[in-house]
């Protein structure tokens, strides 16, 4: 069954470091998204991109947040200077077709981020 | 602001029962969705309910969308111990494509 793959699984950096987060989604889906979830705390929705531009973001996805589908399968996620409370599960999630009605998301299994 | 209450927040029975999770909000959704997530892991979509009043059954899964869609509920059907995890209700809106959760039911299905 094709998945969506996120790398690395857990990543642990500095305060006022960048990181990357890396997904691969499923080969023909056409929307993709970010979300994140603080532990112990509600899945929260970042980012979601479709046809090589953001199309809505939260206002978590602050300018320290950018996004880039840079070869046409990997889907990257950047926070420029992290910050304590940016430690959470970040979840890469794909989707076939269709607006608001259309096919349910394939999630990733999450990279864990600790900022320390 | 939308927002999905998700009720209750954590649920213990013994393997057998039947038990109901809710899913309501005072916003209208375009569909909602169930997911089912293990520690350490992403959420897995279960369904999707898309029209008003439709009903979905997954083995012994039954999931409702209200006349309104604005609620939903998922019902199990003598509970057993492998249905036990975090149950997760998301709706997408009318005109926008992010998803709004519910703060999840923990499931613990007692042997």
């Known amino acids: 069954e094709p998945e969506v793959t996120q790398t690395p699984s857990h990543q642990v950096t500095q305060m006022g470091q960048e990181v990357i987060l890396r997904c691969v989604p499923i080969s023909n889906h056409l929307y993709f998204y970010w979300y994140r979830q603080i532990l112990g705390q509600k899945v929260e929705f970042l980012v979601s991109f479709y046809n090589n531009e953001i199309s809505e973001k939260s206002e978590i996805f602050d300018d320290q947040f950018s996004v880039e589908r840079p070869d046409g399968s990997n889907f990257t996620l950047k926070i420029r200077s992290t910050k304590l409370e940016d430690s959470a599960m970040y979840f890469c999630a794909s989707r076939g077709t269709g607006g608001p009605l259309g096919d349910g998301y394939t999630f990733g299994s999450g990279t864990r981020l600790t900022v320390v | 602001t939308q927002l999905l209450e998700q009720s209750p927040q954590f649920l213990s029975i013994q393997e057998g029962e039947n038990l109901t999770v809710y899913c309501n909000s005072s916003?209208?959704?375009?569909?909602l969705q169930w997911y089912r997530q293990e520690p350490g892991e992403g959420p897995v979509l279960l369904v999707t309910?898309?029209?008003g009043g439709e009903v979905k059954k997954l083995k012994r899964l039954t999931f409702q969308f209200g006349d309104a869609r604005k609620d939903s509920s998922l019902h199990i059907t003598a509970a057993q111990p492998g249905d036990t995890g975090l149950y997760l209700c998301?709706?997408?809106?009318?005109?926008?494509?992010?998803?709004?959760w519910g703060a999840g039911t923990k499931l613990i299905i007692k042997p």
């Open positions: 916003s209208v959704f375009s569909s």
């Open positions: 998301a709706g997408a809106g009318i005109s926008n494509y992010q998803l709004i």
């Open positions: 309910v898309v029209t």
